[in-house]
């Protein structure tokens, strides 16, 4: 089975801008969450999506969205790019009724 | 408030030491999962602790959850460059189902 994919795998954008990073999730995954990651605050919960329905939401301005489609792929969008919105985006998929978590490689965002 | 402590935050040890990474707080959880990390990579989960008191082990990794299942412990036998990495310890909240991840170990094994 192939394991969680996402692109792009680096992006780099100025502030103001916006930004859209992709995630498919392991083939039968039909929950995908997702995740910033950053040296000062580690790793902090975005949202976390199911059969195209936002389950659970964390801590973060408006700026930060997401969707699901029916192949349980999923986006995130973070509009108005401010400089500490660089990090690492993760996003991660599990089947259902299960807590494990299966991680992608990440979209390291560097915003100038 | 950080709800999961982790220490210590950076450790270099050389290659055939051992080591004992902690993760603490002042909940109680149902359970408790063990993160490792490599540079380029999303974490990978290790184990799961579930029972107070309860010991994992995975190869030379011993895993250890505290008897008031409030924390745990991750210890490494003779450790190998392989295992360098950042350890994470999290939960997943029982109110909101979020996972809640600590501050993380940075672990470097020098060859």
């Known amino acids: 089975k192939a394991g969680v994919t996402q692109t792009p795998r680096y992006l780099i954008k100025t502030r103001g801008q916006q930004v859209t990073l992709s995630c498919s999730p392991i083939?039968?995954?039909?929950?995908v969450s997702w995740y910033q990651q950053t040296p000062g605050q580690g790793l902090q919960f975005l949202f976390e999506y199911f059969s195209e329905t936002q389950r659970n939401k964390g801590n973060f301005p408006g700026r930060f969205s997401g969707r699901q489609f029916s192949n349980s792929r999923s986006e995130m969008n973070v509009s108005t790019l401010e400089l500490g919105d660089s990090a690492l985006y993760l996003c991660?998929?599990?089947?259902?009724?299960?807590?494990?978590?299966?991680f992608g490689p990440g979209t390291r965002l560097t915003v100038l | 408030t950080q709800l999961l402590e982790q220490s210590p935050q950076f450790l270099s040890i050389q290659e055939g030491e051992n080591l004992t990474v902690y993760c603490n707080s002042s909940?109680?959880?149902?359970?408790l999962q063990w993160y490792r990390q490599e540079p380029g990579e999303g974490p990978v989960l290790l184990v799961t602790?579930?029972?107070?008191?309860e010991v994992k082990k995975l190869k030379r990794l011993t895993f250890q959850f505290g008897d008031a299942r409030k924390d745990s412990s991750l210890h490494i036998t003779a450790a190998q460059p392989g295992d360098t990495g950042l350890y994470l310890c999290?939960?997943?909240?029982?109110?909101?189902?979020?996972?809640?991840f600590g501050t993380g170990t940075r672990l470097k094994v020098l060859a």
């Open positions: 083939s039968g995954h039909r929950s």
């Open positions: 602790v579930v029972t107070g008191g």
């Open positions: 991660a998929s599990s089947s259902p009724g299960s807590d494990t978590q299966y």
């Open positions: 999290a939960f997943r909240s029982s109110g909101t189902y979020k996972y809640i």
């Open positions: 909940s109680v959880f149902s359970s």
